[in-house]
């Protein structure tokens, strides 16, 4: 038996509360960061007054974070001057892809640091490399006159990016400073230890302890990794025929005898200097989204007032984002865009469905960058993996793609998101082990594909101090949007490259002829349009050819009536594989209506025969030939769930084709019950009772409100749930405090007596917003 209670947050409910003397469990403490102009005081003095602590004070954007008790929320929400109030969202360090990264082994052979590669190659000179760019000048000074510059000699990051190409023209980023708020860089490394890096400030966990500092070896690899990718100056041996050598063009590696070459690794602008601000505390573990508007808000102080000049800022990380540009680290971005900054950010790691670019590359000043694939970096680490010939294998072709876990565009406001693309597949860089010697490493992600257009930034930045020109971050972000090379290949998207492949040699001879444009943004028409299935159509029949690591999307809309999703792919039989090491197979990805960096319900689901997905609410059943996947069940969320296939980027066979059937299977209205709706403008903030009798089996809580993910604004609120027995924060339930809409908590086996819950909305960007309880008791 059921019993179904709509719930109004009011009176009736704290006056049975008061009347049975029930013990009120302890409120807990809220972080919240909220939008309000300067000066602060009154404001402060009101949140004080409501029992809560201001726990930081931005400079350049409006605002403040705060910790309130949870009962604070509606009267803070209500305060004159506050123009909204966010959650102060943990932020998590990105998670590299496909189970790196992996520390290489170099048979005992050290890293070389410039002066050690110096030593080695004695008067050894430079050698001149295919001229794939235009006005190279070669800097090697004449034999015997000085020490060896590694950044005179050619790298494949160098080379394929044109920036080996402009480093006579850019003093290699000499004159540039990048700062990179992120895990800290470690100044000490090897490839590194030629290249200023210039300790700022520890904002994470490990402030005031002994892990402080963001130029330690202790810290977490991350942002060493993505230094190196900026700044690297070293070298390493192998052996003529070794692994890495043997994919390398000859111009990227240096016979020095014995069977053994040098092989440069050098970052994109391998003079420049860093600035190293840390959020993330060394264990890796995430940080608030408060601490990264400080460190943005640090960084605009030190260049405003001179104390450090920095040209360009790194962020290799990303949240999920409620109302695309405008929350208050989006408008940090921006403003460090004003203050002669330009903000280049990772487009994140939750592709590839459309829509998922991660904020705060959403912002509308960002240069936001995807991860791409060549075969070089592939090649190199499939031989590693699985032994030599595999990476030909695995990736036959010399092409570039976009990988599946880049996330694409557009942004929930119909830009395009996605600015440009570079690669971000295996990259190779510095990394900080816990023995604290330095060893190089492979690692992918979007974390690495916007350091490298970060350094590439700071190229054209040099050239700009260098020679007085007057060009600020938007000529900048514009040139290399301008000067980027969109994807040879056939099947690639504006939503997943942008504007194409970073190019900076294109892009500095824009700049060098005067060429250089001021304004925002530049925006693509996208010919390659995702099949849209209203909510009218209840079964949809399409077949798809497609080249190896090319994406179709379906975008089906999802209501409140929305019962099930069935998806099944028809492969005509079993997929043939070839001799590569991973057989053959069509993956599969779906996400829900969430936009922005936020988990798919399906990740990375290997179909290698007919198979089929069943979505429900809150539930996913697998059935056919179907392997691999990671799942994520939710309710079933109103607005447009995203179903994405990509012939796997690793296949041996060019394509794939297959019959894709979707049935959406809708049922009758939600109905009230007789309940009655809650109005957010008469309540911000519930807490009421709700008897469980000693009967019941299972509850559950059902909270639902208008602006969800079927909103370009989409609002956030939180259910918390204590049982009769709890009376602290520590034991309450949380799996209704989460970015889904509608929040769901199931009970099994309940406590009888009196249940205590909260509602709290900790993000409404739009007006008021109207909102609904429902608890479902099922009895014996």
């Known amino acids: 038996m059921k019993n179904v209670l709509s719930l109004l947050m009011g009176a009736i409910f704290l006056v049975a509360l008061t009347a049975t003397g029930s013990a009120q469990p302890e409120f807990p403490q809220v972080d919240v960061i909220v939008h309000t102009a300067k000066p602060y005081n009154k404001v402060i003095a009101a949140i004080e007054d409501l029992g809560g602590t201001v726990t930081m004070k931005y400079v350049n954007v409006d605002g403040l974070a705060a910790r309130i008790p949870a009962d604070a929320l509606a009267a803070l929400s209500g305060l004159k001057g506050v123009d909204g109030i ?92 990048v700062a990179i708020i992120d895990t800290g860089t470690w100044a000490a490394h090897p490839c590194l230890a030629s290249s200023p890096v210039i300790a700022g400030p520890d904002f994470s966990t490990d402030s005031g302890g002994g892990f402080d500092g963001s130029t330690l070896s202790t810290n977490h690899w991350h942002g060493t990794f993505v230094g190196g990718v900026i700044s690297n100056d070293c070298a390493i041996v192998d052996a003529a025929g070794g692994v890495i050598a043997t994919h390398l063009p000859a111009a990227a590696k240096i016979d020095i005898g014995g069977g053994l070459v040098l092989i440069p690794i050098l970052g994109m602008a391998p003079a420049s200097t860093i600035y190293a601000v840390k959020v993330f505390p060394h264990t890796g573990a995430g940080t608030s989204t408060s601490t990264i508007i400080a460190a943005l808000d640090h960084v605009i102080d030190v260049k405003l007032s001179g104390a450090v000049d920095i040209d360009v800022l790194n962020m290799s990380l990303g949240g999920a984002t409620l109302f695309d540009g405008r929350s208050l680290e989006e408008q940090v971005v921006d403003a460090a865009t004003d203050a002669g900054i330009l903000v280049v950010i990772s487009s994140g790691n939750e592709g590839p469905s459309p829509g998922s670019v991660a904020r705060p590359g959403t912002a509308y000043t960002a240069l936001t960058v995807a991860a791409g694939t060549d075969h070089v970096h592939t090649r190199i680490l499939w031989d590693v993996v699985f032994g030599a010939g595999a990476g030909v294998l695995m990736y036959p072709l010399e092409e570039r793609g976009v990988i599946s876990f880049s996330n694409r565009g557009p942004s929930a406001d119909g830009r395009n998101a996605v600015d440009i693309i570079a690669i971000g597949t295996f990259n190779f860089s510095g990394f900080t082990p816990p023995a604290g010697a330095g060893v190089l490493n492979w690692a992918s992600g979007t974390s690495f594909s ?257 602006h969800d993910w079927s909103k370009v604004a989409t609002n956030d609120f939180d259910l918390l749930i204590f049982a009769p027995s709890c009376f602290s924060f520590n034991c309450a339930l949380f799996d209704a405090a989460t970015l889904n809409s509608p929040e769901r908590q199931v009970v099994e086996d309940p406590e009888a007596g009196s249940w205590f819950i909260i509602v709290d909305a900790f993000s409404v960007n739009v007006g008021r917003d109207p909102w609904r309880l429902d608890v479902t008791i099922e009895e014996d």
Do not use: C
């Open 86 to 177: 966010e959650k102060d969202m943990v932020v998590n360090l990105p998670k590299p892809k496909d189970g790196l990264p992996q520390t290489v082994q170099f048979d005992g052979l050290e890293v070389l640091d410039p002066a050690a590669a110096a030593e080695l190659l004695g008067t050894l000179q430079s050698t001149e490399p295919p001229k794939k760019g235009k006005g190279r000048k070669k800097k090697a000074e004449p034999a015997g006159s000085g020490p060896i510059n590694l950044d005179t000699y050619y790298s494949w990051l160098g080379g394929v990016t044109g920036a080996f190409d402009t480093w006579a023209d850019t003093a290699a980023g000499a004159s540039s400073i």
């Open 450 to 706: 916007a350091p490298t257009v970060s350094g590439a930034a700071a190229l054209l930045a040099s050239w700009r101090n260098i020679n007085g020109a007057n060009v600020g971050p938007r000529e900048i972000k514009n040139a290399l949007t301008a000067g980027a090379v969109p994807i040879a290949s056939d099947g690639w998207s504006i939503r997943e490259q942008g504007h194409g492949w970073v190019q900076v040699r294109n892009s500095l001879d824009l700049l060098q002829s005067g060429k250089k444009n001021s304004g925002e943004r530049h925006d693509l028409d996208d010919p390659l349009k995702p099949t849209i299935l209203l909510g009218s159509e209840t079964e949809h029949t399409e077949t798809i050819t497609l080249k190896r690591g090319r994406t179709f999307d379906f975008l089906l809309e999802i209501t409140e009536e929305t019962e099930t999703v069935e998806i099944n792919v028809n492969t005509g039989g079993p997929i043939a594989s070839g001799p590569a090491p991973i057989p053959n197979s069509w993956e599969i990805y779906v996400k829900s209506a969430k936009h922005g960096g936020t988990v798919p319900l399906v990740d990375t689901a290997n179909i290698f025969d007919a198979a089929s997905i069943v979505i429900g609410d809150g539930s996913i059943v697998l059935g056919g030939a179907i392997a691999g996947a990671f799942l994520e069940p939710a309710p079933m969320e109103p607005g447009i769930m995203k179903v994405t296939l990509e012939p796997d980027w690793t296949n041996n066979v060019a394509e794939l084709t297959a019959t894709v059937t979707i049935k959406r299977t809708n049922g009758a209205p939600t109905s009230n019950a007789g309940g009655i709706t809650a109005t957010f403008a008469d309540l911000d903030f519930g807490f009421f009772v709700v008897d469980v009798p000693g009967s019941a089996t299972t509850v559950t809580f059902d909270l639902s409100w208008k």
